[in-house]
């Protein structure tokens, strides 16, 4: 609302009634921003419609995922760095079975080119080598939808502020930081050199979920896709 001075100017200008009673308030009210007499109650103001469905929570996600007893079923986040760098950032998906690991560079948070991107490296893939991707509630993945409409990816999201619900990529980034810390300038890493890092860690022994024996992801995921 304008200040008092204001508002008696334009009163005066326009001769209006300085002494505002109650019948000559609705006639001053045309003085006001928006002509409006009051606010809108907080309640009747427009909700934003929600980012992420009910239906797509991990919650609703099967147990042969949680389990871990089905190839195809992956994990996908953004590893981050300084802003002093940039905005570029590395997505980062991991197979939930073997580990499998992929690498993504993005010149930014955007989340059309970072989903693009996703679909670009999982399209080839047999059907059930990308059953379903989990993220987190990050703006970068709000264009989910476009990943099931283009591949029928299932998409599933961790609940708010609960990275640990999608614990394998969170694990494989932190092996990562190791080649890529935070103040590591990624803009400047070519494709080759993400690929070369990317293969370095798909060849490294792991072990298996047995416990038992060291294999690399690599070697597991050529089993499963040779038994798909």
Not at 64 to 72: D, I, M, S, Y
Not at 90 to 99: G, M, N
Request: net charge positive.
């Amino acid at each position: 609302m304008g200040s008092k001075p204001t508002f008696a100017a334009r009163c005066t200008n326009d001769r209006c009634q300085l002494s505002v009673g109650f019948h000559t308030l609705p006639q001053t009210t045309r003085y006001l921003p928006e002509h409006r007499k009051a606010r809108r109650p907080r309640r009747a103001r427009k909700r934003r419609a929600p980012k992420f469905d009910r239906d797509v929570s991990i919650l609703f996600r099967p147990d042969n995922v949680a389990h871990r007893r089905e190839f195809g079923h992956w994990e996908g986040d953004l590893m981050l760095f300084k802003q002093s760098l940039g905005q570029t950032n590395v997505t980062s998906l991991v197979e939930r079975v073997s580990r499998f690991t992929v690498l993504l560079k993005n010149a930014n948070r955007r989340t059309k080119p970072v989903m693009t991107k996703i679909v670009k490296a999982v399209r080839d893939l047999p059907v059930a080598g990308r059953r379903s991707i989990t993220f987190d509630r990050g703006t970068e993945f709000v264009s989910w939808p476009h990943l099931q409409a283009q591949l029928g990816t299932q998409t599933w999201f961790c609940d708010p502020s609960s990275p640990w619900q999608k614990g394998t990529v969170e694990n494989t980034n932190r092996r990562l930081r190791r080649w890529l810390p935070r103040q590591r300038d990624v803009a400047a890493m070519t494709e080759l050199e993400l690929k070369q890092l990317c293969d370095q860690l798909n060849k490294t022994p792991r072990l298996s979920s047995a416990g038992l024996t060291q294999r690399s992801p690599g070697a597991i995921k050529t089993d499963s896709r040779g038994a798909l």
